[in-house]
């Protein structure tokens, strides 16, 4: 008689077992799925409005610069690829994974806001006004110094939040 219950309430052991390893494996489904869904976040050229990257170019500013980070990265997008963890860290998809390299992150972005302008900054879509081109020309190539780093990971921390 004794083992009888024993029986049954391994049974019912086992029952409760197989239903919470269901639950977890619907829910690693739903993840492997939602991962895959992730924009990844590397160097790479975008399709964007020739128009939107025209005028944030022109305004030569670093405000604009993150207009064109949100458009790419926060806008239309149903996963965020960019954010908070809960350590206040920002963190970033790549490579099938969440990663917390802020330096290797804030070069990306900025190398993809460069690449964007550069495929629109050309003469002959400003063969007409030589001198707006020389102005982003300039521009451009200050991205890539220190200080407008430093000003770029300020203002970026500011539209994350």
Request: one cysteine or more.
């Amino acid at each position: 008689m004794n083992l009888e219950k024993d029986i049954i309430n391994i049974l019912e052991t086992l029952k409760k077992i197989d239903e919470r390893l269901s639950i977890l494996e619907n829910k690693v489904i739903i993840n492997n799925n939602e991962e895959q869904n992730i924009m990844e976040v590397k160097i790479q050229e975008f399709i964007i409005d020739k128009d939107i990257i025209i005028k944030c170019l022109e305004h030569n500013d670093i405000k604009y610069d993150l207009n064109l980070i949100k458009k790419i990265y926060f806008e239309n997008i149903n996963i965020k690829c960019i954010k908070y963890n809960n350590n206040k860290n920002i963190e970033y998809w790549n490579n099938r994974s969440w990663n917390i390299d802020i330096n290797i992150l804030y070069d990306i972005l900025i190398k993809n806001v460069i690449n964007s302008y550069l495929i629109i900054n050309n003469f002959d879509n400003y063969s007409n006004n030589i001198e707006q081109f020389m102005k982003n020309q300039t521009y451009i190539m200050g991205m890539s110094d220190e200080k407008y780093k430093e000003k770029f990971i300020k203002a970026f921390k500011i539209l994350l939040e």
